[in-house]
C-alpha cells in the first residue's frame, strides 16, 4: 500500500465528523474545484512537515515507514487558547503514560488542531502577522498579544455584495491598532453591538452568506476560509490564513521545546502519529524466489484447497505481466509419494492444484511441519511460503518434536525464508486479536495482516511460556506469522497478504449478469494489460467470449481458463486487444460476471452529505434510504501520456446484480493525472459505483464492486460525553431515528472494547420520520484508562455502525445542581421589544471531587452574570448565581477540574417559547437603511433577514449596547471566556458554531 496516501489517520477523518462550524472547510471535496487549503489538507502538510523532521533529525534516513491507522478521530472541537491549553497539558500527560490506547488521545488530538488550525481562518492574526504562526497559542495560558476592548470599534463597513467582493471591496476594513479579534457571526448566540460606535465602524463580522451579521455595521466580514469572495471577505489572505495554519499544525507536534517531540520524547509521538520502524512490504514475486505453498490435504481443508487454487491464479497471472518466480513449488501431507511438486510452469502449478483432493484422514501440524521442511529445502533464499493446516485439538495435542522445531529455524533463519501459516479452525493463542480484526475487516493495513518486511530480523530470542502448537514456537524465535482463520476469512486475508507481497492488485472493469440466449458487450482499454472474467452460476463454463475483431478467444498460450469448482470459472487473457469484447450466454440458466484488471486507472469515491453548502463525506454509518447525497469520485494512476486524450464521461450505479440503477453525466476539462467528479442522485437501494470515459477513441469504464446498502434508520451519539469514572455507572445517549415513513422496530447492539458495557441490547419502536435517545450504561473497572464503544443498529437489509472514545478518570467530575430558578419566560416577553423586561435567576451549587480550574457560562452575553463563592467549610463546594433577562434565554454553566474533567449543566428560560422576531427586523433594517448611504448595501441586508426568523432564539439580537459583564470572584480575565457549547470532556456539540469567532471583540 501506497504510504504517501495512507500515512495518518488524524489527515483525513480529523473533520469528517465537523458540522455546521465556521472554519476552513474540512476536506477538497468541500471546495468544489478550488485548490483551498481546507482542515484536511492543513493536517495531512502539518503532519508530513512534523514526520520529516522526525525523520531527518531524530531517525536514521530510510529506515521509517508510516502505517494508516482505521480508529476514527471524531472532530467535536472546543474553543479558545485557554482550551487550547488544557488539551494540550491532556495530551501531553496521557502520552507520558506506560500503557498507551492512542484512540482517545487522537480524539483529543483532533480537537487541537481543528481549533489550533480555526484561529489563522477567523481572527485577524494573519493581517497583522502575515503567514507567520502565533507560537504562543496553546502554549501559554495568558497570551501577551493586546486583545481589543468590549467597546473598541475593529471594523469599517464595507460593501459586501457578491460582485464587489470579487474586486477585494472589504480587504482593508480591518483598523490597524495592533489588537487581535474575530468576527461576530450569527450563529453563536452571541449579540454583536453596533450603534454605540461612530457611523460606519463597529465589531467586525464573521462574513458570508449565511451570517446576517455582515449587514450591520461594521458590515462585511474578515474570515479567510476559503477563496471564494462569495465566501469569505478575506479570501485574498486564504492561502496566507493556510500556510500559517499548515506551520502551527507542525509547530505542535515537533516544535522546538514546546512541542510534542520534546515533551513526550521519540517513542511515544512516533506511536501517536502511527509510525513504526517498518519497510515496505517484501517483494514474495521476483525472479530470484520460489512461490511456495504447503496444503494439509489430508485434513478438512477442502475450503483450503479451494482458495489456494483461486490464488494461485492470480500468481500465475502477475507473473505474466510482471515477472515470473524462480519456480513454483507445493508440498502436501496426504501423498507420501507425490508430497513434493516443483516446476517453472505457472499452468502446472495451477493444475496441480486444481485437481488436488482432501483425503480427510486427520493429521496433526508435525506433519504439516514436515512437509513445510521439504518445501524449505526445495526453496530459494529470500521465498515466501504459505502454509494452509487444520487445528485438530486432538492431533496437536501430541508431543512437540525438538528437532523438528531445530530444522524449521535452521532454514529459516539461514535461507531468510519467511513463513506465514494459516490456521484454520480452534482458536490460537497467537494473534487472536488480530484474527478478530481481520475477520471483522475493520482494518486492512499490511501490519495487520502480517505484511511481509524485507531484512527483518529472522531469529529472534523469545520469552519462555507455554505455546499450543509447534508454529507457534516458531513465530515466537523468528518472524514468521500464524494467523487463525476460518473459511469465511481465508480468501480475504490471503488475497490481502498476495497483494501487499506480491503486488496483485486488480482493478474493477465492468460486471453484470446474463440471462440465457443473450449477449453482453464490455471494453477493455489501452491500460489493461491483463483482463479476468469470472463466471459464477452452474453452468457458466458454456459462455463464449468473443475478440473485437469477432473471432473466438481460444484458451492457449497467453489465455486460460480455470475452473475453480462446480460454480465459479476464471478466464484470463494476457495483454488483450482492446476494444469492445463480447461475451454470449448459451441456453442456460443465469450468470454473474466479474471483468477485473490488471494495469492503470482506479478509482476511489466517497459519499457525502450536504450541511448548509458545503459537502461532508460520511464515514461512521451507512446513507440513508430517500436522502439525497453527493457522490465524489476521484480517478486516479492516469498515465501522463494520454491525459490529453483521456476524459471522465459519467458516473453510473449499479445494482448488485449488475444492472444499470442511475447515471449520472459528468463534466470533466482536466488534463491531470488524476481527477475529480461528482452527481447528486438520491439512494434507493443497494448500489456500487463506476465511471465511464474514454481514451482517444476507445471507452473506458472502471468500478469499485462492493456493494453498499443504504438503511432505513440512522444512529448518533448525543453530546455531551461524560468522562468515566471508576466503579461509577455513567449514561451514553445514542439517537435513533427513522429514516422511513413507516413505523419499524430497530435493534441496538453496543459492545466496548474494555468491557464496560452494562446493557449491550436495546430495542426501539418508532414512527415514520421520527427521532428518540436512548441509553447505554457503562461501569469503568481498573486498570483500563480508555474504552471505544461501537454501536451497531441492526436493521432488515445493511447495519449501520458508530464509534466514540471515552477516557476513565480516577475521580469524579464536578457535579452542578440547579437549587432554585424564577419562572420561565411569558411568551408574549419572547420577542426584542420586550425581552429585556423580564429577569430571570438561577442559583447552583457545583461540587468538585478535585481543585476547580474553571468556572464560566457560554454564551457570553452582555445580559448574563455569573458570580460564585467557594464554602467557607467545604473548600470543593461553590455556590453560584446566574442573572439575566430574556433576550437571552439559554444558557450553560461548565465547570472544568484538575484532572482535566468538564462538566457542563444547561439552563434553560425560554419554557419552550420561540423567540418572536420579525416586526422587529423590519424595524431595525428600516432604521439602518435612513441612515445608510449607499442603498445596495442595505438590500442585500433584505434578503438575507427573512432567515433570521427560522433561527429563531438561536441568532444573537441586535439591542442596545450594555457593558459587558462577567464577574468571577470579582477578578474579571484579561480578555472575555472562549465560548464553548455544551462541551464536556474534551467533546463538544456537532452541531455548535466555529471556535475563533466573537471573542474578545
Known sequence: ?????????LVFSLVLNVRFVFSFLPSSESTGERSDFTHGSITEDGIYKAVAEVIIEKVKPRTYHSDSHTDKVKSFFNLGNILLHLLRAKIIQLCRTRSTDWGPIRDMLGEYLFTLQDFYSNTNWVEMSGSKPYTELGVQERLSIKISDAKEAMCTSCNHSKITLHTNSCASNLMKNGHLTSGYTSNQHIIKPYNSFPAHAGKCSHGGPSDVYRGFPATGGINKETSDPGLSPHHHLHTEAGRAAVQATADFLVGQDTGLLYQIGLEQTTGLLGLDYRQHCYNCLSPALSVVFVIDDAGSVSGQLQEAFRHSVAIVNQARVSTAPFNYILSTTGNKEHGLFVTTNGEEFKNRLQFLQSSNGGNSLKTTLHATLNAMQQAQPGSC????????????????????????LYLLENKNLHLMQFLQGNNSNSHTAVHKRISNHVTASPTDVHCFVPNANLHKQGKRGKRSNIFEEIALHTSSSVIQTSHSTLGDILGHVLQENMNIQTLGVDSFEMLSLTTHVFHIDPCISLFTVRLEGSTCSNIQLLRPDGSNQSFTGNASKDVIDSRTTILSVQHPLYGAWQVKNSPSSPCHLTVSGSGCIDLDYKIMEDLRGVK??????????????????????????????FQITEIYMKKSDGSTLTSLPVSDSSTGTTRTVSGEVILSEPFYVGIKGTM???????E???????????????PPFETLVYNEETSVSVRVSNAGTVKQTFKLTAADTARF?????KHVTLNGNQSKSIDFHLRAVPPKTSTKLTVTLEIERANSQIEQNFMVSTVK?????????TENCKKDIMNPNNCSRQQWEADLTVVFTANMTRLYISPI????????????????????????????????????????????????????NEFGISSYIKKQRDKMAEDSDPPTVWIAVGCVLGAMACIGASVALIRKYKPFQNKVNSDPPDFPDPIPNQMSNGHSDNSRRSVFTGFGS
Do not use: W
Open 813 to 821: 467530575p464536578p457535579n452542578v445542581i440547579v437549587t432554585s430558578r
Open 616 to 645: 461532508y463525506p460520511i464515514t461512521s454509518s451507512s446513507p440513508v434510504l430517500g436522502k439525497k447525497y453527493t457522490i465524489g469520485v476521484s480517478v486516479k494512476e492516469i498515465p501522463k501520456n494520454v491525459t490529453t486524450n
Open 704 to 718: 469499485d464492486q462492493k456493494v453498499v446498502t443504504p438503511v432505513g434508520g440512522q444512529i448518533d451519539f448525543v
Open 861 to 912: 452575553s452582555r445580559a448574563l452574570v455569573l458570580t460564585y463563592d467557594r464554602d467557607a467549610i467545604d473548600k470543593n463546594k461553590f455556590t453560584a448565581t446566574i442573572k439575566g433577562d430574556c433576550c437571552t434565554s439559554k444558557t450553560s454553566i461548565i465547570a472544568v477540574d484538575s484532572a482535566g474533567n468538564t462538566k457542563s449543566s444547561s439552563i434553560n428560560f425560554s419554557g419552550e
Open 1 to 9: 500500500m501506497n504510504p504517501n496516501t495512507t500515512v495518518f489517520i
Open 696 to 702: 482517444s477513441s476507445e471507452t473506458v469504464t472502471r
Open 385 to 408: 511460503i504459505f502454509s494452509f493446516a487444520s487445528t485438530d485439538p486432538i492431533a496437536n495435542a501430541k508431543g512437540k518434536d525438538t528437532g523438528l522445531l531445530h530444522d524449521a
Open 757 to 761: 458495557l452494562i446493557d449491550p441490547t
